[in-house]
């Protein structure tokens, strides 16, 4: 990654912080940082040129939930006109006890996905990534299924009770959290993050050949901004357990180095999703082989359905430029 340029959203904190740091003082020559404000963005840029002894950090204000957020952060971008790199889609939301609908009404927990398609898509429409960019966004070790208080949703049997088996339809039901579909916090995460991981192996079969997307499962690191918000029977169960389990717990910055060691994977495995192995929330990551993962007819309902959310198709004229 060295001379690269980099952006990381969700960075005002955790590991996308922590993977800012950590791209600056392996050679980056500059790394975008996002929040949810300008002033935090800015802050955290300064905090970091601070700590880090560089000057390498741009600020960008980005609100995944919303919409007009990510075009002017597009929009931004554009007028930069500099192609990024690496992009770390960092930024992700562990949903509370009582369910959130955003205003685009998407479920609180998958809304960061919708943003982080429509900011991509948009990257790519506008050539501002890189021809050999790698991409790299948050799954989580649920998605694969055999993690206490934790289970997704059976989609093609969700799909065939409700939705006369239209599983896009199915999934879009889960991002807005409709009809028939029960709030249950741990399994709404779940959810998002397999929805995540099929997102990934659809854009993949979409990208030129010499790009590359990753979801990577930063496995467990409990002392993070996204751990304080998780709901009671996570903070006050699952957290000080792996606290107490050799090996279920880790730093953020040893968290962010599997972001970062996947950005440097070839395309041969791009659409893969990577996590720790079955049982464990820490140590080397491995592809996923479970067969719901991957499930091409899943995959491309996801796709189908954030496309839908969204609004936004990569096969659509781009409405962007460098020139505009």
Known sequence: MKHSIALVTGATSGLGYAAASILAAEGCRQVIVTGRSLARAQETAAQLA????????????????TPASV?????????QG?????LLLNA??????ARVITAAGVEASQAPLIGHHQLTVGLLRANLLS???RIVIAGAEPARGGVPMFSYTDMPAFAAKYHGGDQTAAVEALVRNGPNVKYVPNNAYADAKLNVAWWVAALARRLPSDMAVYAVSPGAATATKVSRQAGLAVKYLFIPIANLIPGMNQTPETAARRYLQASEFGTDVSGQFFASAQG?????????????????????????????????DLSKPASLSAAS
């Open 92 to 97: 992700g939301m562990v949903p509370g006890k």
């Open 131 to 133: 021809p050999n960019a």
């Open 71 to 79: 075009q002017a952060a597009l929009a931004e971008l554009v007028k």
């Open 280 to 312: 464990k929330f820490s140590g080397p990551i491995e592809a996923q082989r479970h067969p719901h993962l991957h499930d091409r007819a899943s995959q491309e309902a996801a796709w189908r359905a954030v496309v839908k959310v969204s609004g936004v």
């Open 50 to 65: 601070t700590e880090t002894e560089t000057q390498v950090f741009t600020p960008l204000e980005l609100e995944l939930e």
């Open 82 to 86: 500099r192609p990024i790199d690496f």
